[in-house]
T-cell receptor, first 118, second 115 residues
Framework: GAVVSQHPSRVICKSGTSVKIECRSL??????MFWYRQFPKQSLMLMAT?????????EQGVEKDKFLINHASLTLSTLTVTSAHPEDSSFYIC??????????????FGPGTRLLVL | AQSVAQPEDQVNVAEGNPLTVKCTYS??????LFWYVQYPNRGLQFLLK??????LVKGSYGFEAEFNKSQTSFHLKKPSALVSDSALYFC?????????????FGTGTLLAVQP
């Protein structure tokens, strides 16, 4: 149980285009989803937290107009990188929780999406 | 503020030997502690967590971790390492009394198990 998928697993795009990444919880309802960015050989940087049906909460320094997050259902959240540039190239990982006692729930992670902007 | 420290960038161990990956934390209240493992170009897999109760927590793949409140540590251990355990390990903490459910991750420790 607790499987999270991401699509696509890898994407290469030209500078200036927009890229959408999907995150799905396959066998549970995700009340909260998180989006992270990971640079090579570094830890995960939380970008934003999204709750189903409400606006995402972005971390300090993350441009909300650049990284659009939509959490339209309890099983799907999307991250759109708008007008992507080479510096946006990274490994993007989502995670999801199914709720439960506040703070005790486990985050289950997707396999990640490798974005390369040329 | 919450923080997590993984003092070792890399741990090397021979197959069959016991392994320890260190983690210390800092929170203002009680901690919820987690260990995750990441294989190359993959997302993180949940190994185990400490919420309350028994200080020794057993998790997936034979891993366990011991919560030590006085030393503010949550070291990951396994009695006998396998080559397939070679991966990047992350410790994470959440403040039980915090206003958010965000996890704070350590910088990761690369475990290399030699055959």
């Amino acid at each position: 149980g607790a499987v999270v998928s991401q699509h696509p697993s890898r994407v290469i795009c030209k500078s200036g285009t927009s890229v959408k990444i999907e995150c799905r919880s396959l066998d549970f309802q995700a009340t909260t989803m998180f989006w992270y960015r990971q640079f090579p050989k570094q830890s995960l940087m939380l970008m934003a937290t999204s709750n189903e049906g409400s606006k995402a909460t972005y971390e300090q320094g993350v441009e909300k107009d650049k990284f659009l997050i939509n959490h339209a259902s309890l099983t799907l959240s999307t991250l759109t990188v708008t007008s992507a540039h080479p510096e946006d190239s990274s490994f993007y990982i989502c995670s999801a929780t199914s709720g439960g006692a506040a703070g005790q729930e486990t985050q289950y992670f997707g396999p990640g999406t490798r974005l390369l902007v040329l | 503020a919450q923080s997590v420290a993984q003092p070792e960038d890399q741990v090397n161990v021979a197959e069959g030997n016991p392994l320890t990956v260190k983690c210390t934390y800092s929170v203002s209240g009680n901690p919820y502690l987690f260990w995750y493992v990441q294989y190359p170009n993959r997302g993180l897999q949940f190994l185990l967590k400490y919420i309350t109760g028994d200080n020794l927590v057993k998790g997936s793949y034979g891993f366990e971790a011991e919560f030590n409140k006085s030393q503010t540590s949550f070291h990951l251990k396994k009695p006998s390492a396998l080559v397939s355990d070679s991966a990047l390990y992350f410790c994470a903490v959440r403040d039980a009394g915090g206003a958010t459910n965000k996890l704070i991750f350590g910088t990761g420790t690369l475990l290399a198990v030699q055959p």
